[in-house]
Protein backbone atom coordinates (compact mmCIF):
# COMPACT_ATOMS: atom_id res chain seq x y z
CA UNK A 1 0.00 0.00 0.00
CA UNK A 2 1.61 3.42 -0.95
CA UNK A 3 0.53 6.51 0.21
CA UNK A 4 -2.28 8.40 -0.88
CA UNK A 5 -3.83 11.87 0.00
CA UNK A 6 -6.98 13.21 1.08
CA UNK A 7 -8.45 16.11 2.33
CA UNK A 8 -8.74 18.48 -1.00
CA UNK A 9 -11.46 20.67 -2.34
CA UNK A 10 -13.37 23.91 -3.19
CA UNK A 11 -13.02 26.74 -0.18
CA UNK A 12 -13.26 30.57 -0.09
CA UNK A 13 -10.26 33.02 0.57
CA UNK A 14 -9.79 32.83 3.88
CA UNK A 15 -10.92 29.26 4.87
CA UNK A 16 -9.30 26.41 6.13
CA UNK A 17 -8.75 22.88 4.90
CA UNK A 18 -6.88 19.91 6.13
CA UNK A 19 -4.72 17.33 4.15
CA UNK A 20 -4.17 14.33 5.42
CA UNK A 21 -1.51 11.78 3.95
CA UNK A 22 -1.35 7.98 4.70
CA UNK A 23 1.71 6.64 3.96
CA UNK A 24 2.01 3.10 6.21
CA UNK A 25 5.40 2.27 7.41
CA UNK A 26 6.56 5.96 7.39
CA UNK A 27 7.05 6.65 10.81
CA UNK A 28 8.97 2.68 11.54
CA UNK A 29 11.48 3.55 8.90
CA UNK A 30 12.17 7.04 9.97
CA UNK A 31 10.94 8.55 6.70
CA UNK A 32 10.63 12.81 6.06
CA UNK A 33 7.43 13.72 4.48
CA UNK A 34 6.61 16.54 2.57
CA UNK A 35 4.06 18.66 0.71
CA UNK A 36 4.93 20.39 -2.70
CA UNK A 37 2.30 21.76 -4.78
CA UNK A 38 1.52 22.53 -8.73
CA UNK A 39 -0.32 25.00 -9.61
CA UNK A 40 -1.41 24.75 -13.70
CA UNK A 41 1.02 26.39 -15.93
CA UNK A 42 3.49 27.01 -12.93
CA UNK A 43 6.32 24.70 -11.57
CA UNK A 44 6.18 23.02 -8.44
CA UNK A 45 6.56 24.46 -5.33
CA UNK A 46 7.74 22.49 -1.68
CA UNK A 47 5.57 23.68 0.75
CA UNK A 48 7.01 22.01 4.00
CA UNK A 49 8.91 18.91 5.58
CA UNK A 50 8.75 17.42 8.49
CA UNK A 51 11.69 14.88 9.44
CA UNK A 52 11.52 12.14 11.34
CA UNK A 53 12.96 13.69 14.85
CA UNK A 54 9.78 15.82 14.50
CA UNK A 55 11.27 19.19 13.12
CA UNK A 56 9.68 21.21 10.37
CA UNK A 57 10.39 23.60 7.84
CA UNK A 58 8.31 25.88 5.22
CA UNK A 59 7.88 27.61 2.52
CA UNK A 60 7.98 31.72 2.66
CA UNK A 61 4.44 31.55 0.99
CA UNK A 62 3.16 29.70 3.26
CA UNK A 63 5.02 30.37 6.90
CA UNK A 64 2.47 31.02 9.51
CA UNK A 65 -0.56 30.31 7.61
CA UNK A 66 0.05 26.08 7.31
CA UNK A 67 1.10 23.65 10.03
CA UNK A 68 2.78 20.11 8.78
CA UNK A 69 2.24 17.79 11.91
CA UNK A 70 1.92 13.61 12.08
CA UNK A 71 0.22 11.05 14.25
CA UNK A 72 2.22 8.24 14.13
CA UNK A 73 0.18 6.04 15.35
CA UNK A 74 -1.84 5.88 12.34
CA UNK A 75 1.09 6.47 9.98
CA UNK A 76 -0.44 9.71 8.65
CA UNK A 77 0.69 13.31 8.00
CA UNK A 78 -0.94 16.63 7.94
CA UNK A 79 -1.25 19.71 6.50
CA UNK A 80 -3.46 22.04 8.14
CA UNK A 81 -4.26 25.17 5.62
CA UNK A 82 -5.87 28.40 7.34
CA UNK A 83 -6.52 31.54 5.80
CA UNK A 84 -6.40 30.28 2.10
CA UNK A 85 -6.10 32.56 -0.91
CA UNK A 86 -6.47 32.33 -4.38
CA UNK A 87 -2.55 31.88 -4.85
CA UNK A 88 -2.98 28.37 -2.72
CA UNK A 89 -5.00 27.11 -5.48
CA UNK A 90 -2.85 23.98 -6.79
CA UNK A 91 -2.86 20.24 -6.49
CA UNK A 92 -1.31 19.11 -3.40
CA UNK A 93 0.85 16.13 -3.29
CA UNK A 94 2.40 14.17 -0.23
CA UNK A 95 6.06 13.42 -0.85
CA UNK A 96 8.53 10.41 0.36
CA UNK A 97 11.79 11.36 1.10
CA UNK A 98 14.32 9.21 -0.21
CA UNK A 99 16.45 8.43 2.92
CA UNK A 100 18.07 6.06 4.41
CA UNK A 101 15.61 2.89 4.43
CA UNK A 102 12.86 5.22 2.89
CA UNK A 103 12.37 4.92 -0.63
CA UNK A 104 11.30 8.59 -2.41
CA UNK A 105 7.38 8.32 -3.49
CA UNK A 106 5.30 10.87 -4.90
CA UNK A 107 1.22 10.36 -4.00
CA UNK A 108 -1.23 10.99 -6.50
CA UNK A 109 -2.04 14.33 -5.39
CA UNK A 110 -5.41 15.97 -4.59
CA UNK A 111 -6.69 19.40 -5.85
CA UNK A 112 -7.19 22.71 -3.77
CA UNK A 113 -9.35 25.41 -5.67
CA UNK A 114 -9.58 28.57 -3.25
CA UNK A 115 -12.19 31.42 -4.81
Known amino acids: VQLVESGGGSVKAGESLRLSCTDPGFTSNGCAMNWYRQAAGKQREWISTIRADGSRSYADSVKGRFTISKDKAVDTVYLQMNSLKPEDTAMYSC???????????WGPGTQVTVS
Open 95 to 105: VRSALGRCAGY
